[in-house]
């Protein structure tokens, strides 16, 4: 069964501070990996997607990283913002079902 | 990109009455939906995947006579909690896979609350 751990669980930055989240999973036969983020109260936005031949996938101000072997993933966001201010979830495709971290809450103080 | 629509966004029934939750691909076709369940807090469990024209496969411990799921078109799934309890007060959340590049794509959840 894939196990997915993230953290750290709470982050609180000051704002134009870069963000460092991680992920692990225990299972390495991955077809993709996924960042989503979650506003209170509201479904899943779809950040990154990273399929499992990839190294790394940018958008703008995110990029995530993937290293499929040591089953490690990290979501960096440079120069945040106060509107960055959510829940971000990770979850691994193992046989196309999606399994999900914990989640990181990050707020970023103004 | 993908878009995911689910209605209601919110329901209250009372205990006893089931709710229809409806999930609809806006601009391709899913011949498979998910259906998570989150607690407060909590991340999101999957509760079964919905295949069209065909029978959902549930999870282990979801009662699938609670839960119904019906997929009767390429781009429909509804999720019917029936004889609904406050237990089953939940934040729910389908999403669909893209044939593309195989990521998923989320609706905005529904909110119930059995009162």
């Known amino acids: 069964k894939q196990e997915v751990t993230q953290i750290p669980a709470a982050l609180s930055v000051p704002e134009g501070e870069n963000l460092v989240l991680n992920c692990s999973f225990t299972d390495s036969a991955i077809y993709n990996l996924q960042w989503f983020r979650q506003d209170p109260g509201k479904g899943l936005t779809s950040l990154l997607l990273i399929q499992s031949s990839q190294r790394e996938q940018t958008s703008g101000r995110l990029n995530a990283s993937l290293d499929k072997s040591s089953g490690r993933s990290t979501l960096y966001i440079a120069a945040s913002q106060p509107g960055d201010s959510a829940t971000y979830l990770c979850?691994?495709?193992?046989?196309?079902?999606?399994?999900f971290g914990a989640g990181t809450t990050v707020t970023v103080r103004a | 990109g993908a878009v995911v629509s689910q209605h209601p966004s919110w329901v209250i029934c009372k205990s006893g009455t089931s709710v229809k939750i409806e999930c609809r691909s806006l601009d391709f076709q899913a011949t498979t939906m998910f259906w998570y369940r989150q607690f407060p807090k909590q991340s999101l469990m999957l509760m079964a995947t919905s295949n069209e024209g065909s029978k959902a496969t549930y999870e282990q411990g979801v009662e699938k006579d609670k839960f119904l799921i019906n997929h009767a078109s390429l781009t429909l799934s509804t999720l019917t909690v029936t004889s609904a309890h406050p237990e089953d007060s939940s934040f729910y959340i389908c999403?669909?896979?893209?044939?593309?590049?195989?990521?998923?794509?989320f609706g905005s959840g529904t909110r119930l609350t059995v009162v």
């Open positions: 999403s669909a896979r893209e044939t593309t590049n195989y990521g998923y794509t």
């Open positions: 979850a691994v495709n193992t046989d196309y079902k999606l399994s």
